[in-house]
């Protein structure tokens, strides 16, 4: 099989092209992270994207450059709950019929917010690679598109756009700290950034509890690992044997990955709600896990940290926010 390249001109017509579906989202400055650190910090926010997360900009890239048949046909995904969500939403905004299947681990308040954007709710397996191969089965039987989370060069360049955004929103932009999973996001992130400027790190973050691309490019082979409950339940899941682009390319383009543990977690979600007021699921949050708890070296002046989702349940998020104490 011949392996088209994702490009930065790829991103560039991500961004034109999914503009109707999903917005600009704002970057602020963290005034207590970048005190705390003495450099400027800025957190991208994604937690305020249409559908609670960045997924959707991957999901509308991918589904605006359906061909009119496929687009009759439908399409079929497999989502550890925000994807199935972007998905399910674009979907519905172009008339298009989407089955959407979702393992028992999946939240069950983003179980239903997918339900009620009209998409057909498939649940099946304990877990996000059970619930792959079950997809990968309708997806035959049905003739449908599949709509890949992360290892699809429409995806990554969807998600991509964030990284123009970053380049022309905070120019001085030394480091970038991405949170983690297939790799879809991180690898179109720095492919825009390092396509603009080879010198800008890329810093992937991932939880401790089950980190499949952490312990891949350790192994430098693809390897499986035992998916564990974790407070990043959107980070949860394998990045596939059948793996084609996301592994490679973090492999050549990301500078670094780091692991946050479920406490450190607790503690920037309760920071995030805190101090910046920002509801952030445990998934959406390790990047600033990871700067608060000082996980990486050699920041440079200039970071961002990319918070990439709010959909956490939110008797979740005051369990935590009791813990942690920022909340009686
Ligand atoms: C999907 C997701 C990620 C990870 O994205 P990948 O492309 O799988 O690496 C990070 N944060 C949130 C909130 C997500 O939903």
Known sequence: MSIREVSLTDVHHAHQRIRPLAIRTPLIESQQLSEMLGIRLGLKLENLQV??????????????????QESERGVITVSSGNHGRAVAYVARRLGIHAVICLSEAVPPGKVEV????????????????????????????RGLTMVHPFDD????????????????????????????????????????????????????????????????????????????????????????FDNVYTFRMVQEYVD???????????GAMAFALEKHRLIVEGGGVVGIASVLYRKVKGLGEGVVVVVSGANVELSTLFEVAREQGVLQ
């Open 256 to 266: 670094d990955t780091v692991l946050v543990s479920e406490e450190e977690i607790a």
């Open 51 to 68: 559908t609670g997360s960045f997924k959707v900009r991957g999901a509308a890239n991918k589904l605006l450059s359906l061909s009119t």
């Open 114 to 141: 997918i339900q009620g954007l009209g998409a057909e709710v498939v649940i099946c397996g304990k877990t996000y690679d059970e619930a792959a191969e079950e997809a990968q089965r309708i997806q035959n039987d």
């Open 153 to 240: 060069p429409l995806i990554i360049a969807g998600q991509g756009t964030i990284g123009l955004e970053l380049l022309e929103d905070f120019p001085q932009i030394s480091t970038a700290i991405v949170p983690l999973s297939g790799g879809g996001l991180i690898s179109g992130i720095a492919l825009a950034l390092k396509s603009t400027d080879p010198s800008i790190q890329v810093i992937g973050v991932t939880m401790e509890r089950g980190p499949a691309m952490f312990q891949s490019l350790r192994a430098g082979k693809i390897v499986e690992v035992v998916e564990e409950p974790t407070l990043a339940d959107a980070l949860a899941g394998g990045i596939g």
